[in-house]
């Protein structure tokens, strides 16, 4: 898959650190380093804009070792941006550790995969088709 991008970061493309990674890391594009404090969350650009072909969508989504050992996710994870979006990519990113976490220009902040995607037609009726599980909710069907 072919997909445009403007690059008015002072940084490379991203890239794919493996020949089966799913996602490629966006790095921060920041003229001064921002001290996120804890619980605190913060709009992160990336100097990135996309033309995502219709029918596809990419997500934005933590960085595993940077939630495990700093405790810095993606808020609103995974953060989706439609084919039809043609802003700037930038990440809100929030500190749940209890420790100040300084951002640096060019710093691994998150991770973008592009996904195909579907629009449903919906059909309104007035019930629907019994199964095992029915309304059953969270934990309904076991522990184990």
């Known amino acids: 898959m072919k997909i445009k991008i403007v690059n008015l970061s002072n940084h490379a493309l991203p890239e794919y650190g493996t020949t089966a990674a799913a996602g490629v890391d966006l790095?921060?594009?920041?003229?001064?380093?921002?001290t996120l404090m804890p619980l605190e969350r913060v709009l992160v650009p990336t100097g990135l804009y996309m033309e995502i072909p219709v029918g596809y969508e990419a997500q934005v989504r933590p960085r595993s070792g940077l939630a495990l050992k700093m405790g810095i996710t993606v808020l609103n994870s995974p953060g989706t941006i439609d084919a039809d979006y043609r802003g700037e990519?930038?990440?809100?990113?929030?500190?749940?550790?209890?420790?100040?976490?300084?951002?640096?220009?060019?710093?691994?902040?998150?991770q973008m995969i592009i996904a195909a995607h579907e629009q449903a037609e919906w059909i309104q009726v007035d019930t629907l088709e019994e199964t095992e599980r029915g309304a059953g909710g969270f934990g309904s069907t076991g522990a184990k």
Do not use: Q, T
């Open 27 to 34: 790095r921060a594009n920041i003229d001064e380093s921002i």
């Open 89 to 110: 990519i930038k990440i809100i990113l929030i500190n749940l550790s209890n420790e100040p976490f300084v951002i640096e220009n060019g710093e691994r902040i998150a």
